[in-house]
């Protein structure tokens, strides 16, 4: 396994070292059966290792490496150390009282992404949302919560915002003009909104586009859409797709492609990008 994973996140580690100990599996044409059983475990323990949808057991990782017939001293020391880090907690471990279980993964995807694009329809992306903007719109969601808890809330998604300012990773944001017209949080908080997101356009490192209500592309009912590009060669991209209270993840290309081609569709129709200040100026005229 080639490259630099100091800097790699638990999550997109996991992922590696799984995709790393599939191929000395089916490398050696050992099944999952038998692999489960070397490590007692099952063939569902393995394909969970190996999707990178669990923590490792370092005893189980020594016994697969010696299965698999890795028995030279730095390569099994390089991968040991790589499945250490994956268990590591991730910056959001201190927010975990409000971070389900299905989102807890897309969290970490996000830190180690190079590109994030997206789509919405509804609402401000989430790493573009002002702070009063974003209380609101979870406030919206989570009516029945504490107070207490929406507030933390809030603070994991700015949190989130300060990551994506500081990490060098790009953002490539489609977004419906229903979005930003649709009033949340009241007119003040929604002029300061697009008054952010103005100067978000100018920044190197965020791409944003304006879907207009004149435009007409077929989406065909597709929800909010995000597609994550990672630095590691041995990554794929991944797409996320957030449901009512659930998400699901496409890892194949072959799953992830209809929705790398909507997005490309989608920035060709949408105007460029050095037309979104104007478009937004024009939409708080209106408010």
């Known amino acids: 396994m080639g490259g630099d994973f100091q800097r790699t996140g638990p999550t997109a580690l996991r992922i590696l070292v799984g995709s790393q100990l599939r191929r000395l599996r089916e490398e050696r044409n050992i099944t999952r059966e038998r692999a489960g059983y070397a490590i007692r475990g099952s063939h569902s323990k393995i394909s969970r290792m190996e999707g990178g949808r669990c923590g490792f057991k370092i005893r189980d990782v020594e016994d697969l490496l010696t299965l698999y017939g890795v028995v030279e001293r730095a390569e099994r020391a390089t991968l040991l150390l790589l499945a250490e880090q994956a268990n590591r907690h991730g910056w959001w471990h201190d927010y975990r009282d409000v971070v389900p279980d299905w989102f807890e993964e897309y969290l970490g995807l996000e830190q180690d992404a190079e590109l994030i694009r997206t789509h919405e329809i509804q609402y401000v992306p989430g790493l573009l949302q002002t702070e009063d903007y974003a209380r609101a719109v979870i406030a919206r969601g989570h009516g029945g919560e504490s107070r207490e808890r929406v507030e933390s809330r809030v603070a994991l998604r700015m949190r989130r915002r300060e990551l994506l300012a500081s990490s060098g990773r790009r953002l490539w944001a489609i977004v419906d003009e229903g979005a930003l ?7 003040d908080v929604m002029r300061a909104q697009l008054g952010h997101l103005v100067e978000m356009a100018g920044l190197a490192h965020v791409t944003l586009q304006v879907l207009p209500f004149s435009v007409e592309v077929a ?3 597709v929800g909010p859409v995000t597609l994550l590009r990672f630095p ?3 990554l794929d991209d991944i ?7 659930s998400a699901q993840y496409l890892t194949k ?6 929705y790398r ?7 060709v129709h949408a105007p460029p990008p050095k037309a979104t200040p104007g478009i937004l100026r024009r939409i708080m005229e209106e408010l």
């Open 232 to 234: 590691q060669a041995e």
């Open 181 to 187: 017209r649709r009033l949340v949080g009241g007119r």
């Open 253 to 258: 290309d072959a799953e992830a492609h209809p």
């Open 219 to 221: 989406v065909g009912g």
């Open 239 to 245: 797409v996320y797709l957030e449901q009512l209270a």
């Open 261 to 267: 081609h909507l997005l490309n569709e989608l920035s």
